[in-house]
Nanobody
């Protein structure tokens, strides 16, 4: 499985950005795709996840409390691209954003735990005050 993020960017407070992530490899190995972020001197935290595996929870999305109502995670139809639409951005959203993929149950996907098997290289998002 390979994971490659698009280039991030810089915006003013209140602005919007959309990140994308290309994910390749067997779909069975990437039932959960997610976004994480890491600010300077802080740990890498989960932001949002999408579960695309089998079962009734297929299509479920999960969000960290800090981004609920502002960020939206979604895949394309082929589930080989994952998007993160970020609205009403705040300076606290400034971080290196990572895309990740792994084979997980829907419950594990929703935990947004920093233990995914496959990671992108990270892309910088800067929100100016």
């Amino acid at each position: 499985v390979q994971v490659v993020e698009s280039v991030g960017g810089s915006v003013q407070t209140g602005g919007s950005l959309k990140l994308s992530c290309a994910v390749s490899g067997p779909i069975s190995s990437r039932s959960c795709m997610a976004w994480f972020r890491q600010a300077p001197s802080k740990e890498r935290d989960g932001v949002a996840a999408f579960y695309g595996g089998p079962g009734r929870d297929s299509g479920s999305t999960y969000y960290a409390d800090s981004v609920k109502g502002r960020f939206t995670v979604s895949p394309n139809n082929a589930q080989n691209t994952l998007y993160l639409q970020m609205n009403n951005l705040k300076p606290d959203d400034t971080a290196l954003y990572y895309c990740a993929a792994d084979r997980k149950s829907p419950w594990a996907c929703g935990w947004l735990k920093n233990d995914f098997a496959y990671w992108g290289q990270g892309t910088q998002v800067t929100v100016a005050s």
